[in-house]
């Protein structure tokens, strides 16, 4: 039987809220932050971000996050992506076994 939208919406808002009340998403948002300036990703992103700014008229947050949103997810190290993944799938497989 299929599971249904609004079934894999509530069992993901559950996790997220497990993991807002425990500390581990912090302590997950911490790790990431530090791997992406480790590997000069946050300053790759800042840079390119900072040289769109000078030259956009007129300035704007939205627009530049509209810009780098879609490719900055894109382009996180594969690596790092794989390990915060880990760290998120053994969180879920101690709640839920």
């Known amino acids: ?10 069992l993901h808002a559950q996790i997220h809220r ?8 912090d302590r997950i948002l ?3 932050a530090s791997k992406l300036n480790e590997s000069g990703w946050s ?6 971000s900072k040289e769109r700014a000078r030259v956009m008229e007129p300035l ?9 949103a879609p490719n900055a997810q894109g382009s996180l190290p ?5 390990e915060i993944m880990a760290q998120i799938r ?3 497989e101690k709640q839920f076994a």
Do not use: C, T
């Open 1 to 10: 039987m299929p599971v249904k939208p609004a079934e894999v919406d509530a």
């Open 18 to 25: 497990r993991l807002v009340n425990s500390g581990e998403w």
């Open 30 to 32: 911490s790790n990431l």
């Open 43 to 48: 300053d790759d992103l800042l840079h390119r």
């Open 60 to 68: 704007s947050f939205q627009a530049l996050f509209d810009e780098f």
């Open 78 to 82: 594969l690596a790092i992506k794989r």
């Open 90 to 92: 053994e969180y879920v």
